[in-house]
């Protein structure tokens, strides 16, 4: 958890932009990850980005990361109410065969009609 | 489905007795990964396991807490003499090596009473 630092909550309006922050502090980190948890279920890949991009767009879902200051953020367009959920950000460095995947507390989306 | 699978889904048991889950990940998956979910909490690292070896333990995993994977394939998490701390969400994942990216299963949702 410590790896990982997200704000704990957000609240948009249905339509509108929501951008989820994320810190992490293992500059080695080769992809990093987000990950959606709706209530009472499992984790799902959601998008990710390799470490030598600045940014990915996908359908609604645009990712950009600044390397330098190790930060990584989620931007949704037109935030619908089937976004509500907990978002994971998820840096993996390369993998040495002993690391596991260590996930911060995550931000809870909630998105208002 | 060919998704990573956990069951039973929810178990609710009276403290002190033991309690084993089992998972079954995606068929290619070598690697195999148990986490444990409070409430409003990200999923905290137990174990992993590489085929049939276990490779990584937290010390989150108490002595009243097994993983096996006997033939490289399901796995099963047994927790003897459950405490009321105990109670929460435990979720598997698998991946391949050199894919870093996880799949989760739905969990098991452990409730001691």
């Known amino acids: 958890g410590e790896d990982v630092e997200q704000s704990l909550f957000l609240s948009v309006r249905e339509g509108d932009s929501s951008v989820i922050n994320c810190t992490y502090t293992?500059?080695?980190?080769?992809?990093l990850y987000w990950y959606k948890q709706e209530p009472g279920a499992g984790l799902q890949l959601l998008t990710y980005?390799?470490?030598?991009?600045d940014m990915k767009q996908d359908q609604r879902l645009t990712v950009l990361l600044n390397k330098k200051d190790k930060h990584l953020s989620l931007r949704i367009a037109d935030t619908q109410t089937g976004d509500s959920a907990i978002y994971f950000c998820l840096p993996k460095v390369p993998d040495t065969g002993r690391r596991a995947l260590t996930f911060g507390s995550g931000t809870r989306l909630q998105v208002q009609p | 489905d060919t998704g990573v699978s956990q069951d039973p889904r929810h178990k609710i048991t009276k403290r002190g007795q033991n309690v084993t889950f089992r998972c079954d990940p995606i068929s290619e998956h070598n690697r195999l990964y148990w986490y444990r979910q409070t409430l409003g909490q990200g999923p905290e690292f137990l174990t992993y396991f590489q085929n049939e070896a276990q490779l990584e333990k937290s010390r989150l995993l108490s002595d009243r807490f097994s993983a096996e994977r006997p033939k490289g394939s399901f796995s099963t998490l047994e927790i003897q003499r459950t405490e009321q701390g105990d109670s929460a969400m435990y979720l598997c994942?698998?991946?391949?090596?050199?894919?870093?990216?996880?799949?989760f299963g739905q969990g098991t949702r452990l409730t001691v009473v």
């Open positions: 994942a698998s991946s391949l090596p050199g894919k870093a990216e996880a799949f």
């Open positions: 980005i390799f470490s030598n991009m």
């Open positions: 293992d500059s080695s980190s080769t992809y």
